[in-house]
C-alpha cells in the first residue's frame, strides 16, 4: 500500500465529460418541458433562452455591461485579496494582531452585506468607489479566514526544526510558514472570487443598477424572460470560468495538496 497525491480528478476524463454532458443534457430537456408547459411569460424554454444568448453575444449590449461590472470586480477582488493575505498572515504569526484584528473580522462575517450596501453607497456616493468597496467587503474576510487557518495547520513542529537548524525568521517564511499555507491561501483566492461575484451583482441588482445587473433588471422590467435568463446564465459562465482557472493554478502552485489516494 503507497499513499500519493494526484493533482487530477480520479476516472477517465472520457467518463467525466460524458457525465456531465449527460446531466447538462438532462436539464436542458427538463427547462425545455417546463417552458413548454408551465404557460407562463416567466418561464423560457430551454431553445429560446439559448437563441437569446446568441442574440446578445453578437451585440456591444452585453460586452459593455461586462465590462462595467468586471471593472469593479477586478477592482474590489484585487484589493481584497491583497490586504486579506496581508491580514492573515499577521493573524496566523502574530497572537497579538489575531486578537486585536479577530473581533473586526467576526463583525465583516455576521453582518449581512445587503445591510452595509445603502450605508457605503451614503458614504462613498453611487460611483465606482462604492460598487469596488461592496466586492471589498464581499470578499475580505473569506481571504483573511483561510489564510489564517493556513498558518494554523502548519506542524510546529517543522518550526522548531527549522530554528534548530539555524533557520532565519526570512527563511522560515520563505521555506516553512508560506510553503505550508499556500494551499489555504489559494483556496480562500478562489472562494474569495466567487464572493466577488457575488458582491458585484448584489450591489448591481439593489442599488446601482449598471453593467450586468441593470440588464437584468431591464430585461425583467421589459418581460424579456429569455434574455434575463441569458444574462444570468452570462454571470454563472464567468463565475465557473474564473474558479475553474483558479483551481488549475492552485495545482500548478501546490501540487503536493491534492487529493490523497492509496494505491
Not at 477517465?12 to 438532462?26: I, K
Not at 518550526?159 to 489555504?184: C, D, H, N, Y
Amino acid at each position: 500500500m503507497r499513499f500519493g497525491y494526484r493533482e487530477h480528478q480520479r476516472g477517465s476524463p472520457v467518463l467525466n465529460w460524458g457525465l456531465r454532458l449527460g446531466f447538462l443534457a438532462v436539464l436542458a430537456g427538463g427547462w425545455e418541458w417546463l417552458g413548454n408547459n408551465a404557460g407562463s411569460l416567466l418561464v423560457p424554454t430551454f431553445s429560446e433562452t439559448m437563441a437569446a444568448l446568441a442574440r446578445l453575444l453578437t451585440t456591444s449590449q452585453l460586452w459593455g455591461a461586462l465590462s462595467v461590472s468586471n471593472q469593479a470586480m477586478a477592482l474590489g477582488y484585487g484589493l481584497a485579496s491583497v490586504t486579506g493575505i496581508a491580514m492573515g498572515l499577521c493573524m496566523g504569526r502574530w497572537r497579538m494582531a489575531d486578537r486585536i484584528l479577530d473581533p473586526y473580522l467576526s463583525i465583516i462575517l455576521v453582518t449581512p452585506m445587503a445591510a452595509v450596501i445603502p450605508i457605503v453607497i451614503m458614504a462613498t456616493g453611487l460611483g465606482l468607489v462604492s460598487r469596488v468597496l461592496v466586492v471589498y467587503l464581499f470578499t475580505v474576510a473569506t481571504v483573511t479566514i483561510n489564510t489564517r487557518a493556513g498558518f494554523r495547520m502548519v506542524e510546529p513542529g517543522w518550526i522548531e526544526m527549522s530554528r534548530a537548524f539555524g533557520a532565519t525568521e526570512r527563511q522560515l517564511w520563505t521555506k516553512v510558514l508560506l510553503r505550508g499555507a499556500r494551499p489555504a491561501i489559494l483556496l480562500g483566492l478562489r472562494l474569495g472570487l466567487i464572493r466577488a461575484v457575488s458582491g458585484m451583482i448584489t450591489m448591481e441588482l439593489l442599488l446601482i443598477a449598471v453593467g450586468l445587473g441593470r440588464l437584468i433588471l431591464d430585461f425583467q422590467g421589459y418581460f424579456e424572460a429569455a434574455s434575463m435568463y441569458a444574462v444570468v446564465i452570462v454571470v454563472v459562465a464567468e463565475a465557473v470560468i474564473l474558479t475553474q482557472l483558479c483551481r488549475r493554478l492552485e495545482m500548478r502552485a501546490a501540487p503536493w495538496a491534492g487529493q490523497a489516494v492509496v494505491e
